[in-house]
């Protein structure tokens, strides 16, 4: 049974978020907020936790286009390789925000990505996920929450959400609704910035 916990973004509780963060830490899955819709994720650095999550979406592990979810810019050169400035700088300008950029990988990507050549990078505006990042010492590998439903493409209820992955996960964070869009992707490996899917975000390119 998933437990639901409500955290209000302007003041999250910090010992609810540390809280959290362990369950992330010992291998839990966590359907959090971020600027846009929620997303479910898991420690980067547990293995196992990963592989539930690609299961969970269908996808083998090894192919799986998760996001790492950052809390700042400086948790890039751990997975990143080294990027010139005008790239910096379109990160710079745009993030936090609703964007996930392509990033080319390095040789510090967990075993399970090794093979990757690109990583998509999100900071979401959400003190909520910033914070989750923060107290758990690495990024969080995530993936959106899509809906079954052909009309409505994201779930945007948390109890709702909360009652149909109530046996998949360990832990649901209600923050109020969620967004119904997507973040926008943009892909910065080629020599002109590449649009791959339009989200919420506008990016200052």
Same mark, same amino acid.
């Given at each position: 049974?998933?437990?639901?916990?409500k955290?209000?973004?302007?003041?999250?509780?910090?010992?609810?978020i540390?809280? &959290?963060?362990?369950?992330?830490k010992?291998?839990?899955?966590v &359907?959090y907020?971020?600027?846009?819709?929620y997303?479910l994720?898991?420690d980067?650095?547990?293995?196992?936790a990963?592989?539930?999550?690609?299961?969970?979406?269908?996808?083998?592990?090894?192919?799986a286009?998760?996001s790492?979810v950052?809390?700042?810019l =400086?948790?890039l050169?751990?997975?990143v390789?080294?990027?010139?400035?005008?790239?910096f700088k379109?990160?710079? @300008?745009?993030?936090?925000?609703?964007?996930?950029?392509?990033?080319p990988?390095?040789?510090?990507?967990? =075993?399970?990505?090794?093979k990757?050549?690109?990583?998509?990078?999100?900071?979401?505006?959400?003190?909520?996920?910033q914070?989750?990042?923060?107290h758990?010492?690495?990024?969080?590998?995530?993936?959106? &929450?899509k809906d079954?439903?052909d009309?409505v493409?994201?779930?945007?209820?948390?109890?709702l &959400?909360?009652e149909?992955?109530?046996?998949?996960?360990?832990?649901?964070i209600?923050?109020g609704?969620g967004d119904?869009m997507?973040?926008t992707v943009?892909?910065?490996?080629q020599?002109?910035?590449?649009l791959? @899917?339009?989200?919420?975000?506008?990016a200052?390119?």
């Amino acid at each position: 049974m998933a437990e639901l916990i409500k955290l209000y973004e302007e003041n999250p509780s910090e010992k609810e978020i540390k809280r &959290i963060a362990k369950v992330l830490k010992d291998g839990g899955l966590v &359907i959090y907020p971020t600027d846009t819709v929620y997303g479910l994720g898991c420690d980067i650095n547990n293995t196992k936790a990963l592989e539930k999550i690609a299961r969970l979406k269908g996808v083998k592990l090894e192919k799986a286009n998760f996001s790492f979810v950052c809390e700042n810019l =400086s948790n890039l050169s751990e997975y990143v390789a080294q990027l010139d400035s005008a790239t910096f700088k379109i990160l710079k @300008r745009n993030l936090p925000g609703p964007y996930t950029f392509i990033l080319p990988g390095n040789n510090n990507l967990p =075993s399970v990505f090794k093979k990757k050549k690109t990583v998509g990078i999100r900071v979401p505006d959400n003190k909520i996920a910033q914070m989750l990042v923060q107290h758990l010492g690495n990024p969080i590998i995530s993936t959106s &929450i899509k809906d079954d439903d052909d009309v409505v493409e994201y779930t945007t209820d948390p109890e709702l &959400i909360a009652e149909k992955w109530d046996k998949l996960v360990d832990i649901v964070i209600d923050a109020g609704y969620g967004d119904n869009m997507a973040s926008t992707v943009i892909d910065l490996t080629q020599q002109e910035p590449e649009l791959i @899917r339009q989200g919420k975000g506008s990016a200052n390119i």
